[in-house]
Nanobody
Framework: QVQLVESGGAMVQAGGSLRVSCAAS????????MGWFLQAPGKEREFVAA?????????TYADSVKGRFTISRDYFKNAVYLEMNNLKTEDTADYYC?????????????????????WGRGTLVTVSS
């Protein structure tokens, strides 16, 4: 059973930066992609960014974060990071990482919730004005 643990959530002022991390606490024998999702209070969980695990590590982003957020991976640590710059108050949410361990052959990483197999418990990011 894969366990994902997020860390790095904090309160930050609008315009600031923050990096959140996610690590697999147990060995993963087949990782195909990892992603980040956010869930604001009273709203549904939505896609933020994702990265394919092998090859060149292609990435994809939600339009709302493109140019501000960067996803990266540490292949040997089974970890994924989300660097968030120029944060806005509307970025306030719980941030969840997810792992895809079923075979994924698309050159673009998965973006839908049901395309992921494991989830972390989230880390809270609060952006104040």
């Amino acid at each position: 059973q894969v366990q994902l643990v997020e860390s790095g959530g904090a309160m930050v002022q609008a315009g600031g930066s923050l990096r959140v991390s996610c690590a697999a606490s147990r060995g993963i024998f087949s990782m195909y992609a990892m992603g980040w999702f956010l869930q604001a209070p009273g709203k549904e969980r939505e896609f933020v960014a994702a990265i394919n695990w092998s090859g060149g590590g292609s990435t994809t982003y939600a339009d709302s974060v493109k140019g501000r957020f960067t996803i990266s991976r540490d292949y040997f640590k089974n970890a994924v990071y989300l660097e968030m710059n120029n944060l806005k108050t509307e970025d306030t949410a719980d941030y969840y990482c997810a792992a895809r361990t079923r075979i994924w052959r698309d050159s673009n990483p998965p973006r839908a919730l049901d395309e992921y197999d494991y989830w972390g418990r989230g880390t809270l990011v609060t952006v104040s004005s």
